[in-house]
């Protein structure tokens, strides 16, 4: 079945360093690809998407390009701050179908200043 | 604007014991799903509703049931509660399947 692979935290940073997220899929049509933030004890809040190949999903100063030909879809930012430590999920949303999502592991990501 | 509501937000049980879960979707969204996230794990998709119907079905166990109801807002029913069934529990709405999905603050189950 499809699934979602993300590296492994947790990752540890000082403020105004370079993220990057690694995230990889299997799927067997084109899903779409999301990313969510979870802050500590809140609930799961849509960070940004692609829906097709080459699209690229931006927000926050976040960005994540939908890869097809490595299957890809790696969360980058180019200078961290303390309150973007948070978990961050990288997700697929089956095509077709009622389009429930399937979640990889899950990265903590600690900023320090 | 209004969030998706889940209620209640905490919750403790014995086990063998039953657990109702409630979820209030956002206004006018018609579909409902929940998550299960164990400790430490990535939520995993149960079910979800589509117009009051059942629209698709991971991995829930039987002893769960779940149903959306006329004014769109689902409740899930555990039964025979278990140890390995404390989780977060996450409810999204959506507008139509397969459109965004948004989560609500969950309900955090522990059972003892």
């Known amino acids: 079945g499809d699934s979602v692979t993300q590296m492994e935290g947790p990752v540890t940073l000082s403020e105004e360093a370079f993220l990057t997220i690694n995230c990889t899929y299997t799927?067997?049509?084109?899903?779409?690809l999301f990313w969510y933030v979870q802050y500590p004890g809140e609930g799961l809040q849509l960070l940004l998407k692609?829906?097709?190949?080459?699209d690229k999903g931006s927000n926050k100063g976040f960005e994540a390009t939908y890869r097809k030909e490595t299957t890809s879809f790696h969360l980058e930012k180019g200078s961290v701050q303390v309150s973007d430590s948070a978990v961050y999920f990288c997700a697929l949303s089956e095509s077709g179908g009622y389009n429930k999502l399937i979640f990889g592991a899950g990265t903590r990501l600690a900023v320090h200043p | 604007a209004a969030g998706v509501i889940q209620s209640p937000r905490h919750l403790i049980k014995e086990k063998r014991e039953t657990a109702t879960l409630k979820c209030y979707p956002i206004p006018r969204h018609d579909t409902v799903y929940w998550y299960q996230q164990g400790p430490g794990q990535d939520p995993q998709f149960l079910i979800s509703f589509y117009e009051k119907m059942q629209s698709d079905k991971g991995s829930i166990p039987d002893r769960f049931s779940a149903q959306q109801f006329s004014d769109y807002h689902s409740e899930l029913n555990m039964s025979s509660l278990e140890l390995g069934d404390s989780a977060l529990y996450f409810c999204?709405?959506?507008?139509?399947?397969?459109?965004?999905?948004?989560f609500g603050p969950g309900t955090r189950l522990t059972v003892l």
């Open positions: 999204a709405s959506s507008l139509g399947s397969g459109n965004e999905q948004f």
């Open positions: 692609a829906t097709k190949a080459d």
């Open positions: 799927a067997t049509g084109y899903p779409s």
